[in-house]
């Protein structure tokens, strides 16, 4: 299903909560080669989508990224955030279609 751990899993929750806020709603997929039990290795390309405003999505993606390598350590994460007002991207759909959600 995803090659992360249940704590790595657990980490990358409570980082997005902290940031967005905990009872902010919002889905968390998994996409990319980590999404796909068959590979090995690769990044953590995480997508977060949320319908609430997020008045600065670069800082909030930033506090999210620093949250999570404190948690599991230095590792190569990805993060794309999709608030209220992100325009669609291809990316979202791939990530979609394509991932897993935590």
């Not at 980082?15 to 009872?23: D, R």
């Not at 609430?52 to 993060?79: E, F, H």
């Amino acid at each position: 299903m995803a090659r992360l751990s249940s704590y790595e899993i657990t980490s990358i929750k409570r980082s997005t909560e902290a940031v967005i806020g905990e009872s902010s709603p919002y889905v968390l997929w998994l996409f990319g080669s980590r999404a796909n039990d068959s590979l090995r290795g690769g990044d953590i390309d995480l997508f977060i989508e949320t319908p609430i405003d997020i008045p600065n999505r670069a800082i909030a993606m930033c506090q999210i990224y620093a949250k999570i390598i404190l948690s599991i350590g230095d590792r190569k994460v990805d993060i794309l955030l999709k608030d209220k007002k992100t325009a669609e991207a291809p990316i979202f759909a791939i990530a979609r279609t394509t991932g897993v959600r935590l």
